[in-house]
């Protein structure tokens, strides 16, 4: 083997594989980093004294700890619904072979590609009653017209709600579209015999087909509903009071305003434990559906 020929072999292991191990040993070692501070008296500074189980039953005990993973629940729930039921219906329709359908697309990826502080900021002042909807429609002459759920405690969580779908809604149509563009043709054509109309088309034969396309829809969005941060600090600053916070905005008070370093870290694991408890489902089912696949080649 020539020298050349080594070197064709081995550059695109060394262009791969190096920056691969390096992130693997800093999300590895700082995750392990983190579990470890989570066990110990750690305040504003690391101390490595053994606490035990201290600081997850006092984050379990903390309010704030509370209503930020009620408004998990609640704004993840929805969060998750909304858009997958808004991108497959921009999806279906999309799928009708509209024309400009380039055009349509790329405006509803379009808010993909915006940050998430931009987001939260730019409705933050659509949704300001003061220089907002609210203030356009009294401007019309709407003066008994209210729309005030940004400083509402109980409607600020639906503010995020609302900011988060409009954001992630175009990303759930993509994925859902590519889904419904990779259905095999001889099923509709066998569908139309059939008698069975547009409607039934999709609900009996085309939604079933793409339902391993629904199952990682759901579980990227529920990723991005755990680890929603820069858009509720930007839109609500997980207000009013404790309304609208998450349990990422409390891991970052607690670290870093604070300087609880250990009960953040406890914090944090327990997020981390949210990921997981969505993620390895999903790798398992992943593995399954290969070994089935594998049995039946």
């Known amino acids: ?29 700082f995750s392990a980093w983190t579990v470890w501070v989570s066990f110990t008296r750690s305040t504003l500074m ?10 997850y039953s006092a984050m379990l005990a903390s309010r704030n700890w509370q209503i930020a993973y009620t408004n998990l629940l609640i704004y993840g729930t929805l969060f998750v619904v909304l858009t997958i039921a808004l991108g497959l219906l921009l999806a279906v329709l999309i799928d009708q072979h509209i024309r400009a359908e380039n055009i349509y697309r ?14 939260g900021t730019v409705w933050g002042w659509l949704l300001n009653p003061t220089i907002g909807v609210q203030k356009l429609m009294h401007d019309l002459g709407w003066a008994s ?11 600020a969580i639906y503010t995020v709600v609302i900011a988060g779908v409009w954001q992630a809604s175009g990303f759930a149509m993509a994925l859902l579209l590519a889904g419904l563009r990779s259905v095999d043709g001889d099923l509709l054509k066998a569908a139309q015999i059939d008698g069975a109309g547009r409607v039934r088309t999709y609900l009996r034969v085309v939604f079933p087909t793409i339902g391993p396309i629904f199952v990682a829809v759901l579980v990227v969005l529920l990723q991005f509903a755990i680890k929603t941060y ?11 009071g404790l309304a609208s916070t998450l349990p990422t905005v409390v891991v970052y008070d607690f670290m870093f305003q604070r300087g609880e370093l250990a009960r953040g870290s406890a914090a944090a694991v327990m997020l ?5 408890f969505v993620l390895v489902p999903y790798a398992l089912y992943q593995r399954r559906k290969r070994r089935k696949a594998g049995a039946h080649a």
């Open 106 to 119: 790329a405006i509803f990826l379009y808010p993909l590609a915006v940050s998430f502080v931009v987001t």
């Open 46 to 55: 690391p101390d490595y004294a053994w606490a035990g189980w201290r600081n």
């Open 230 to 240: 820069d858009l509720v600090v930007a839109l609500t600053a997980g207000g009013p």
């Open 145 to 155: 017209f209210r729309f005030e759920w940004l400083i509402d405690r109980d409607m």
């Open 1 to 29: 083997m020539t020298w050349r020929e080594r070197r064709d072999r081995i550059a695109p292991h060394l262009v791969i594989w190096p920056p691969i191990l390096v992130s693997c040993c800093y999300v590895l070692g």
């Open 272 to 276: 981390l434990g949210s990921l997981a």
